[in-house]
């Protein structure tokens, strides 16, 4: 199955600035894709260019799917109107039946106040009536851009539900977010994007505990000399009662039988979880210094 | 076709559409028909009277109806034509409309449309209200009403709506080009209703070429038309060209609006 979303050295300048340098980015089939970054590091940008929104300067888009379904940057749409009625002019652009309005309402549970004008929904209102707009056309991808942007905590919690239910239906969706703890709980694989260029690419699971090993060993100061003859003295730090390695899971075993015939009683020997939080300052970090 | 249905929908429901409707109503009655009619009722000839009760009789009904076009019905149906695209930059809709699918082309072929369908129901409703007008008179003052041939009124309404498509046209590109709605309406009033006037009114007597090159605009070109077909004593109506040149110049910047306004949409990015 081709992947839905590919993009290839993705380039946006504006004047000096550039919004989006080189971004290779791979969203596959039926995963939630978590697109990350603070704010101003090009993700609306990327977004804008995948829906042809915002034309390049540099690279290509591929999106393999015929039906896609976005809300980039908040909701927008006809004061005038109720949220039915700007659904039904939304249902003829995209030329889809009004059979479809209901349906996408009662699945964002705004069907209660469909009838309402737009002008007087609550911005968690709002946010679910571009969340139902985006699935008009029963998308096979979805684009959703900070979908939780200024929504109260119950709100939050409700949209990330949703979007889970989304994606648990087969949809692959693109999240963008800056909120690390919404990508956590939403993703499958995360893409980091700084300063327009995507820096880490990877499953939650890989990002937060595949760079490194935490063992707790006695005694630690002979742990420690010994996994500093086994990896290098960069890749060992001592941590409290525990040493922090930067080892993959593979090297495990050996690490272990190395302590182990040293006459170091180990512990504990697991993945390390670092918080996505610290992780996501390092690499940004990295990326800053890099560019510095 | 959605894309029309949808954009009908959009205008049908828009108050301000209506509103601005009312307004052109009510001010085409009002300068052609009440304050001429109350100036001749009640004795106190003055200049919108020059032409007395014939001028407010349904045989007039073409020139009477066209009259405020080339200035403040073409100023209220260019506002019209803002708000039917510049309304997108406003609510910023344009990105929920088009990622809806449809090409940005077609989204402003739909919209032209429908300010066609627009324009020609305000000309329609103008004329409509006119006869109306005219014949309450007539029968009030016991006059004739002989009223314009089908050939004259199909010809009157034509002209009309090339011209109130034109100015709509035009409020079309300024909400592209400048990509909002305040200050498209605003530069939009400002040449219809102040520069043409100090063009022709100051500047075209004192210099010849100024005088000339007013026979290539907008404004002039809708007054000339107009004029030919009956419309006088109105601000904007002066026939500086034959009526052929005019439709052909209107007809120009019609479509010369209506590609440039669609090749900026076209090339540029949505924000």
């Known amino acids: 199955m081709r992947n839905p979303v590919v993009t290839h050295g993705l380039t946006k300048r504006y004047g000096e600035v550039v919004a989006v340098d080189g971004l290779d980015l791979t969203v596959r089939s039926g995963e939630v894709y978590g697109f990350l970054g603070p704010n101003g590091a090009g993700k609306t940008t990327t977004l804008r260019m995948l829906l042809g929104l915002v034309r390049p300067t540099a690279g290509r888009v591929e999106v393999a799917v015929p039906r896609v379904g976005a809300l980039i940057e908040g909701p927008a749409f006809y004061p005038y109107l109720s949220g039915w009625d700007n659904l039904r002019v939304l249902a003829r652009y995209a030329g889809v039946g009004e059979a479809r309005i209901t349906p996408v309402l009662e699945m964002v549970d705004l069907a209660g106040a469909a009838r309402r004008r737009y002008a007087g929904y609550s911005l968690g209102m709002k946010q679910r009536l571009g969340v139902a707009a985006a699935l008009l056309k029963d998308p096979e991808l979805l684009i959703l851009d900070e979908p939780t942007n200024g929504l109260d905590p119950a709100g939050m919690a409700d949209m990330r539900t949703l979007i889970r239910r989304l994606g648990a239906a087969g949809r692959t969706v693109l999240l963008s977010s800056h909120l690390l703890g919404e990508v956590q709980q939403v993703c499958d694989r995360v893409g980091v994007i700084a300063g327009g260029r995507l820096i880490a690419e990877s499953t939650v699971a890989e990002l937060r505990g595949g760079a490194g090993l935490r063992v707790v060993a006695e005694p630690l100061d002979r742990a420690a000399a010994r996994a500093r003859a086994l990896l290098g003295a960069d890749r060992v730090r001592v941590r409290g009662d525990a040493l922090d390695l930067a080892a993959g899971p593979a090297e495990a075993a050996k690490i272990n039988a190395e302590l182990v015939g040293a006459g170091v009683a180990v512990r504990e020997l697991r993945p390390a979880e670092r918080e996505l939080e610290q992780i996501f300052l390092e690499l940004t970090q990295r990326e800053g210094d890099h560019r510095g | ?271």
Do not use: H
Request: charged share 10%; glycine share 14%; proline share 5%.
């Open chain 2, 1 to 271: 076709m959605g894309s029309v249905r949808a954009e009908l929908m959009k205008l049908v429901r828009r108050p301000a559409a209506w509103l601005l409707l009312a307004v052109a109503l009510v001010l085409a009655l009002t300068f052609t028909y009440l304050i001429p009619y109350a100036s001749y009722a009640g004795g106190t000839a003055g200049v919108r009277t020059v032409g007395g009760l014939p001028a407010m009789l349904p045989a007039r009904l073409v020139g009477n109806s066209l009259g405020g076009l080339p200035v403040f019905l073409g100023a209220l149906v260019l506002i019209l034509g803002v708000l039917v695209v510049g309304g997108e930059y406003g609510w910023a809709t344009w990105k929920t409309v088009l990622s809806q699918g449809p090409s940005r082309i077609r989204v402003y072929g739909a919209k032209l449309a429908v300010l066609a369908v627009a324009c020609l129901v305000t000309v329609l409703a103008v004329f409509a209200a006119g006869a109306g007008a005219s014949a309450l008179i007539a029968a009030a003052e016991s006059a004739p009403a002989d009223w314009p041939s089908a050939g004259d009124l199909a010809q009157g309404v034509a002209a009309g709506w090339l011209i109130a498509l034109m100015w709509a046209a035009l409020g079309g590109l300024l909400a592209i080009t400048l990509r909002s709605v305040a200050l498209p309406i605003g530069l939009g009033l400002v040449w219809l209703l102040a520069v043409q006037n100090l063009l022709a009114g100051i500047a075209a007597p004192l210099l010849s070429w100024v005088a000339t090159a007013q026979k290539g605009l907008p404004g002039p070109n809708a007054g000339s038309l107009v004029a030919a077909l009956g419309a006088a004593d109105t601000p904007g109506v002066e026939r500086l060209v034959g009526a052929g040149q005019a439709t052909i110049v209107l007809v120009g910047y019609l479509v010369g609006f209506a590609i440039l306004g669609g090749a900026i949409l076209r090339r540029r990015d949505v924000l």
